[in-house]
């Protein structure tokens, strides 16, 4: 997981670079209007389910037991830390809804929105919402079942890249490993060497 939000924040980041600069005569985007944020809030709020803390609870007790960083923490403590992290987390969720009103408002339409909230706000949207929670911690154990063989070959492209010996290809695929959790080792990967 941390590794995917590194290689998310990487693309991000580059993308960022090499964006086409906005030329002068393109018109601003119009800030969100008043009718926009209230309905992106009403929207994020039905997506919001009573099934969210459980699939958070889920979701980082798995982190938790994949972490091949820390030490075995006994059991006590565990539990103490997946509480404290799932009560945390769960108190930001207002927090990080009133955050993204302005980003989503910022994306869509009015229509879009009272159609989102029209879907959303009667039974069939409520069960979907309720599912699309539920699944999360599924999901997220099926997109980290497959993380390992992208960190193998991001590995061998950055040492195609960077010229690595065979020897540095396996110290960092071993680190890189290590990071996400699919593997054992006492070293960190390796900084690249440049070409």
């Known amino acids: 997981m941390r590794l995917m939000i590194a290689v998310l924040a ?13 030329l002068a005569q393109e018109p601003a985007a119009a800030a969100p209007s008043a009718r926009q944020l209230q309905l992106t809030q009403r929207y994020l709020n039905l997506l919001m389910t009573d ?3 459980g699939a958070i609870r889920e979701m980082i ?4 037991a994949n972490d091949t960083s820390a030490p075995a923490l006994p059991d006590e403590d565990r539990r103490f830390l997946l509480d404290l992290t799932v009560e945390l987390t769960t108190d930001m969720v207002p ?21 989102l909230v029209a879907f959303y706000d009667n039974p069939l949207g409520r069960s979907i919402a309720e599912k699309s929670i ?14 390992p063989q992208m960190v193998e070959k991001m590995a061998l492209r950055m040492c195609q890249h960077y010229n690595c010996t065979p020897e540095e290809l396996n110290e960092m695929q071993r680190g890189m490993r290590e990071g996400v959790g699919a593997g054992a080792g006492d070293s960190a990967a390796p900084a690249p060497r440049r070409k």
């Open 95 to 115: 927090l990080m809804v009133q955050e993204m009103v302005p980003v989503y408002a910022a994306v869509f339409t009015e229509e879009e929105l009272l159609a």
């Open 134 to 147: 539920t699944v999360m911690p599924e999901a997220n154990r099926a997109i980290m079942a497959v993380v």
């Open 61 to 64: 007790g798995d982190e938790m």
């Open 51 to 53: 099934q969210l803390e």
């Open 10 to 22: 990487a693309t991000l980041a580059g993308s960022a670079l090499t964006a086409t600069p906005v």
